[in-house]
């Protein structure tokens, strides 16, 4: 699968909203280069942060376990599974499309990704 990311901080520094359906086509015209925003091949066995960090991503991340919200990310576009966790609610997992990327595996040929949304106010309580 391709894993098309786009950095939260790049969001919020250009008042993106990071729920606008046309965030990547944004990102992509505003000619934002990595690590802010681009694209690589993952594979299906592989959690995306260590995708990421295999192809020289340094995205954030603690626990490496899904029991914080250091790596968590939003799925724009795109399928994820996510192991077992009891981090976030159903509600962020459900209807926002939060997934911790330590524990979670692309499950659709393209994925678009916001990585680094620890910065997200509803997570501090989680981030270490
Ligand atoms: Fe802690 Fe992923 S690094 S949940």
Redesign the pocket.
């Known amino acids: 699968p391709e894993i098309e990311y786009l950095d939260y901080e790049a969001v919020v520094e250009r008042d993106w909203a990071v729920d606008d359906e046309d965030l990547f086509e944004k990102a992509a015209a505003a000619d934002l280069e990595p690590p802010e925003y681009g694209s690589f091949e993952a594979n299906e066995a592989e959690y995306i942060?260590e995708a990421a960090e295999a192809r020289g991503h340094e995205w954030p991340?603690?626990?490496?376990?899904?029991?914080?919200?250091?790596?968590a990310g939003i799925v724009h576009d795109g399928a994820v599974e996510m192991d077992m966790?009891q981090?976030l609610s159903d509600e962020e997992v459900a209807d926002q499309g939060i997934r911790?990327?330590?524990?979670s595996r692309p499950a659709s040929d393209e994925v678009k990704l916001v990585y680094n949304v620890k910065h997200l106010d509803s997570l501090q309580d989680r981030v270490i």
């Open positions: 942060l991340f603690s626990c490496r376990a899904g029991a914080c919200a250091n790596c966790q981090i911790l990327t330590c524990v």
